[in-house]
């Protein structure tokens, strides 16, 4: 997302320069430096995600000073999904070796204030990291302009758990500390009204956001459904000139006639393409393939939670060159599945995976290693099934040789089920 941000704030600054007099030509020069292409920058963006969800997800991970847009997104979540008030927090050991103890640790109970009245009230700004286990005043490390060694340790980290008493006292009654709050609550109150000076930036942001989301919606509906009637995505030729693009843009074209926002994403390309300007679209192959890897994964997931509830499955394994002649090993498990009393032989194809060797040793480690990388238990497979080439069901040397050394209860037998795939298959 924010990918498309940064390619909407180049587009404004297009249309500044173009106002200036600038060309194309400059303008593109200038811009290279950021961003070359719409490749590069697709590349960039699970670096991106990665480093934005790490910022959203713990306290530590906030740069001083915090960039704007990161403040304001922190904000709207609020400090509850930053504070950990319920731990579980770090034991530290005491510098003082005179002093009650050799550790002291954090507790629950320093998030609250006790007031004259008897009643407990929390402490918003008191945040707590998960990840260094660390304390932090969450308006105040969000409003930090730098760090030094002056810098309160509230804000560049606190996990001195013998001197909180009196230094949160201390530091809550400070002019930093509420000059922090201020800003804080007052950011909040604008956000929330929709009265901050940046007010209209924030609001075409948040339409950027939500039209991208829109985009996103439909294009993973349409994998969804090419996916389900087991039909290609690709096309031969997927330029402007070709009269048949595949079914996955030819069906986006189609769905632009009715829908107004498909419509609006493939015209602003079009406007781009001819313009020569770097744009994000989602729709080139390799996008594609991630919106099919997307639900695949989710699907073999759930296959293999259902695999591992039932505790013990038997394996199935054959290979057969692909187009590039690279061995493909397909991968099969079997199992019961018991449901209320109710009985049922369950047979689920997992994927292929690429074989590093032809000889049983190797063959082996491949196996073991695609199950141990599911997550299943290699000592739970009580049965094994293979064709009948040397390699693979040999009793001395092969596959299932070397498998049922490492497990005795790995049956195999081959001839069984081969006619049970052959009269599956016949059905």
């Known amino acids: 997302m924010l990918a498309c941000i940064l390619q909407k704030t180049k587009e404004w600054k297009w249309q500044e320069a173009e106002e200036q007099g600038v060309e194309m030509e400059e303008f593109e020069a200038e811009e290279s430096a950021e961003s070359d292409s719409s490749h590069d920058t697709v590349n960039e963006m699970s670096d991106v995600k990665k480093k934005d969800l790490q910022i959203l997800c713990d306290v530590s991970f906030w740069e001083i000073p915090v960039p704007d847009h990161f403040r304001v997104e922190i904000i709207k979540r609020g400090s509850a999904s930053f504070q950990n008030k319920d731990g579980p927090f770090s034991v530290a050991a005491r510098q003082d070796a005179k002093a009650k103890g050799d550790v002291c640790q954090l507790s629950k109970d320093w998030f609250y204030k006790m007031m004259p009245n008897g009643k407990k009230i929390l402490q918003s700004w008191m945040v707590y990291s998960l990840v260094n286990e660390n304390l932090y005043w969450f308006c105040c490390r969000l409003f930090a302009v730098s760090a030094t060694d002056t ?14 008493s009196p230094k949160v006292h201390n530091h809550e009654t400070s002019e930093q500390h509420l000059r ?25 942001m948040e339409m950027e956001k939500e039209k991208w989301r829109d985009i996103l919606h439909r294009l993973l509906d ?50 781009s393409t001819c313009k020569l300007k770097v744009s994000v679209s989602y729709l080139a192959p390799k996008t594609q393939n991630e919106f099919i890897s997307a639900p695949a ?17 038997g394996i199935m394994f054959d290979s057969t060159p692909d187009i590039s002649h690279t061995d493909q090993m397909s991968k099969v498990i079997r199992y019961v599945k018991i449901n209320n009393r109710k009985v049922e032989v369950k047979e689920v194809f997992l994927g292929f995976f690429p074989l590093k060797g032809k000889k049983a040793a190797d063959l082996s480690s491949d196996i073991l290693k695609n199950l141990e990388s599911d997550g299943l238990d290699i000592m739970m497979y009580s049965a094994q099934g293979y064709d009948n080439a040397a390699t693979m069901a040999g009793i001395h040397g092969g596959v299932q040789a070397i498998l049922k050394g490492n497990n005795k209860k790995a049956i195999f037998n081959g001839y069984q089920i081969k006619s049970h795939q052959g009269s599956s298959s016949h059905a």
């Open 297 to 313: 994964n989710h699907v073999k997931e759930m296959l293999v939670k259902d695999i591992k509830s039932t505790k013990y499955f």
């Open 180 to 204: 922090c709050l201020e800003k804080w609550k007052t950011l909040a109150a604008g956000l929330r009204l929709h009265k901050t000076i940046d007010a209209k930036t924030i609001a075409l």
């Open 222 to 271: 349409i994998t969804l459904f090419l996916a389900k009637q087991n039909l290609a995505f690709h096309g031969h030729k997927e330029d402007e000139s070709s009269l048949n693009k595949g079914n996955f843009l030819e069906m986006v074209e189609m769905l632009s006639k009715y829908d107004p926002v498909l419509k609006e994403h493939l015209m602003r390309l079009k406007r």
């Open 151 to 164: 810098t309160s340790k509230f804000v560049t980290g606190f996990q001195m758990w013998w001197k909180l």
